[in-house]
Every structure is written in C-alpha cells, then in structure tokens.
C-alpha cells in the first residue's frame, strides 16, 4: 500500500493546465469551445449571464493544427527505411546495407502494422512529431505480447507471438514524473497516471472510478521492473493525500532500459511554445469581435402604450381595464418587445464602428505575426544543420527557410528511429547496428521546363570536379523522379558515381591520345619545317657566292 501523495508527486517540468490548454488548441472545435472559459477571462464588473453570453459566441480559428500538420504531412512527404547498417565497421562503405532481405519478416511487418491495430510506423511517427512540435515532448511505449508460457529462445518466441514487439502512443499528460540519467539519456523512472470509469453492463451506474499508476523504474543492477497501483472512488472525488493504493501487478522487462521513449523537440523547432500564447490572444479577440458584433445586428422592436383617456376624453371597455397596461406590456416582452409609455424614449448607445476596426487589424497582425514566426524558425538552426541540408540545386530554390527547418525534423525522427530500433533488437537478443534512410532531401520540386533550364545552364559551368558532377547528376535525377525510394535512390547515386568516374577515365584517355597526335603532328611538322628551310638555305648559298665575286 502506497499513500496517493507519495505517487502523486509532479516533476518541476509537469505542468497540466498548459498541456491541456496546448491540447485543446490544436484540437479545436467543439472542444476549445466547450472550455473556452479556460482562456477568455471575465471581465470586472461583468455580470455572470452577461459572461456567459460572451463564451457563448466563443469562435476559434485553428491556426495551430493547420501549421503543424503541415509541417508534420512535409516531413513525411519523404520516404523513410531502416536498414542494418551490415558493414558499419569498414569506414570505406556507406554502412548500410540495401539487402532488404538482411532483416527477417519482424522489421519489415512492424513498419507497417507497428501497433498490431493496422497502423504504420510512419503514421505513429507523424502523430509523435506532431505532440513534439505542439508540446516540447512526444512519448511511445514498447511492448511484447503476454504469454503464459514462457519461451526457451528467439525461435520459440516468435512461434508464440511474444517476440512481436508493437507500440502504444502515450499522452504526454499522463506523464507526471520523471528522472532522466545524464549518463545515457534515458529514464531512471517514470509515473504515469491515469482515469478510467468502466460500466460493466448496461444496467450498471457508471458511479466509480479507477485511478492507476504506472511506476518504471531501472534498478542500479540494469534490471527494469514496472508497478501498478490503484484505488477505487466516486467519480464526483479525487483521493485525498492519505489515501492508499494497493499494489495491482507487477513485473520485470527484458528490455536495457525503460521502454518508453520520449522524442525532445528542440526550442527553436517547438511550434507550441514559438506561437501558443498567440493562438490564446488570436481567440480571445476573435471571440470579443463577434460578439460585440452580434450585439448590434439585430434592431430592437419598441410597443408605445397610448394614454388611458382618449383625447374626447371617453373611455373605451378596453381602457376601462385597470389592468391593461400590465397585462398588455407582459405581453409584448414575451414577444420580444421592449415597452415604453407615451412619453418614453429609447434609443442605441452602439459604438461608431472604429473599435471593430481597430480589433479587426489587430487579428490580422497576430495572424501575420503566427505565420511569420514559423517561417523563421530556420533562423534559430546552426549553421553547421542548414550548410548539411543545403547544397548544389536546392540553393537555387527561394523557400529556403523551410528546408532548413524540414531536414531539421528529419534529423530527429532519425535518430528517435535509430534509438527505437535498437531498443526493440536488444529486447530481442539481436546485436544489430541500424541507419535510417530518407526524411533528408527537401528540395522543392520545380516543374519540368524550370528543372531543365537549370540542369542545363550549370552543365555548361566548367567546374573541374567529380564530386561535383556526381552530386549535380545526382541531384537532377531525384528532382526529376520525386517520389524515389531511400533505396533506389541509393542505386541511383551508385550508377552514376561509378558512370563519372568512367566518363573521367575515358576523357583522360582520350586527352593521353590525342596528347600524342598532337606531339606526333607537332615532330612531323617540325620536320617538314627544317627540311624547307634547309632546301631554301642550300639555294641562297650560290647566289651569295655569285654576288661575292
């Protein structure tokens, strides 16, 4: 039994209203609708219909979800394959091998069905890197199927299923404490915390609740064990500090570390903390401007009662009533009326229109402005990332900025790749090295005619260097064929290195020979040369003595 303030414990870094804040901004919709309150505040001296009426004609653009699935869907545009690096020692080679073959039927079914659910690896990887650049971190958990019986080796598990590693996305609002080991970067222990309420039949209350917590942690031994605790309340409560939590379950993993790993996204490439606080201005203004408009669209109907006496000074039977006026008046404010007497006035105290104004441009700023801080994320990348992804054509390309900022995102799904690999392969008692392909070329595509004129007009550069033909070619051929494989573009790169350095041998050769024709020709015509000077002299020599005498 564990008391629920010794598990309930928080990291400095947990912070749950802004995770949900960031959550409900990207999601949008009915639910940032819903809880709207949770960033428009009331006013001073605001009554709390008069609030309530404002959250009502609450509007939110989802400006947020746009630009990161945007990116996210960029990203991924590009093709991504992992391979073992087969050759990774010989520092001559690419270190990758392009066998597909070289991995068994796990790694290629896990890449396309990565969470036993249908689901690909690539689409949990979008989803990762969307939390990431939305809140700062992005986890998934790494699993094997349970078995009862307990296998003997990697063949035996694989018979049984329990060696078919899967993954499980984890909210990253359920991650409430943390330690991380500076050493090697991962988690020393991990508390996850979660909310449930099951009905077990339909004629069940859905009445209780269950709170559960998931405790990893990585013994100074290397061992990794888990512990679930929980307990059972109203689902009206929360458990009180001294409220203790049985033990459930619990476990030992054959994973080194922890399996549950967290993709970091930098500060510069966190899109939630570059534009969140503007989303929250951006609905708060946008919200007060229709509202405020709404107020005013609709004209207000006036029910002027006449006098009791009639101006002859009779009284009808109706006027006789002496509970006309009351009766009458009650009438016409049901019916939306606003009812005054003879001598009432009523009028609009409505704003001239120059605050709508000014509220109007300031939303077109901060939408400006939401846009323009992305565009220049690449401003925040080293030099040493943007000179790595971009050279050649692509810097003949005006969406520079973008680039950077796309092979930024590449980089890290790599090496979150990487790191997940080997995690599942050490699980699997498999001693393999990995590299990951692709997510590295974001050179936008420029239509044919364009493509052409360029590959040309740097043709005729006369640069003298193979590598750089061999990247130039290279480059073209990509361009021309976007939707290529990691691997065929490897083979592609291969072809035409191994054809430049033919081409180089060939034109050398043919230099050495014509080299040879020239200094034949060059020794022949020199020849020819003597000969007719020595002729011309030999005729000169008997004028001369003729002369002499």
């Not at 409900?24 to 709390?48: C, H, R, W």
């Not at 989803?127 to 349970?146: C, R, T, W, Y």
């Not at 050179?443 to 360029?454: I, P």
Request: glycine share 4%; hydrophobic share 35%; proline share 4%.
């Amino acid at each position: 039994m564990v008391k629920y303030k010794i598990l309930n414990q928080h990291s400095p870094e947990y912070d749950e209203v802004y995770i949900t804040k960031m959550d409900l901004l990207y999601d949008g919709g009915q639910n940032v609708i819903n809880n709207a309150a949770m960033f428009i505040p009331k006013e001073i001296m605001e009554s709390a219909p008069a609030y309530q009426n404002r959250l009502n004609c609450a509007s939110y653009k989802n400006h947020l979800s746009s630009i990161i699935n945007s990116f996210s869907a960029e990203v991924f545009n590009k093709s991504i394959t992992v391979l073992p690096a087969s050759d990774a020692d010989d520092k001559s080679t690419s270190g990758i091998s392009l066998d597909l073959d070289a991995t068994d039927d796990f790694y290629q079914d896990f890449m396309e069905n990565a969470d036993l659910k249908g689901t690909s690896l690539v689409n949990i990887l979008k989803k990762i890197l969307s939390e990431a650049m939305n809140h700062g971190k992005g986890l998934v958990q790494v699993d094997f199927p349970k078995s009862d019986i307990r296998p003997l080796s990697l063949i035996e598990e694989e018979e049984l299923g329990t060696a078919r590693a899967y993954l499980i996305p984890i909210p990253l609002l359920s991650m409430i404490d943390w330690e991380i080991d500076e050493t090697t970067g991962t988690f020393k222990f991990l508390v996850l915390k979660s909310e449930y309420s099951k009905r077990e039949t339909f004629l069940s209350d859905r009445t209780m609740k269950t709170v559960r917590f998931k405790i990893w942690e990585k013994s100074d031994e290397g061992i990794v064990s888990w512990k679930i605790f929980e307990l059972k309340i109203k689902c009206n409560r929360e458990p009180k500090p001294d409220d203790e939590f049985s033990l459930i379950e619990e476990g030992i993993v054959s994973f080194p570390e922890i399996p549950i790993l967290m993709m970091e996204c930098p500060t510069e490439l966190c899109i939630g903390d570059l534009i969140g606080t503007l989303c929250v201005d951006h609905f708060k203004r946008y919200s007060s401007l229709i509202h405020a408009e709404n107020r005013n669209l609709f004209s207000l109907p006036v029910y002027a009662q006449g006098p009791e006496l009639s101006s002859s000074g009779d009284l009808s039977e109706i006027a006789q009533n002496p509970n006309r006026g009351m009766q009458a008046a009650t009438q016409m404010r049901h019916k939306g009326f606003a009812v005054t007497g003879p001598e009432d006035k009523i009028y609009f105290a409505e704003p001239t229109g120059n605050s709508y104004q000014l509220v109007n441009e300031q939303i077109k700023e901060l939408e400006d402005s939401i846009y323009k801080i992305t565009n220049q994320m690449a401003a925040s990348i080293s030099n040493s990332q943007s000179a790595k992804s971009l050279s050649g054509l692509s810097k003949i390309v005006d969406n520079r900025a973008k680039e950077i900022v796309l092979t930024a995102y590449g980089e890290l799904i790599k090496a979150f790749v990487v790191k997940l690999y080997k995690l599942i392969s050490a699980a699997r008692n498999e001693p393999i090295m990995w590299a990951v392909l692709g997510l590295d070329d974001y050179r936008l595509t420029m239509d044919r005619e364009q493509l052409l004129k360029e590959a040309t007009s740097i043709q005729l550069i006369s640069i003298p260097s193979k590598t750089f033909k061999k990247a130039m070619l290279t480059q073209i051929a990509v361009q021309f064929l976007d939707s290529l494989t990691p691997q065929e573009q490897m083979v592609i790169k291969e072809e035409i290195d191994e054809s430049v350095e033919s081409m180089e041998e060939d034109e050398m050769y043919g230099r050495e020979n014509q080299d040879r024709e020239d200094t034949k020709e060059a020794k022949e015509l020199s020849l020819e040369n003597t000969k007719k000077m020595n002729d011309q002299i030999g005729k000169e020599k008997p004028m001369m003595k003729n002369n002499e005498k």
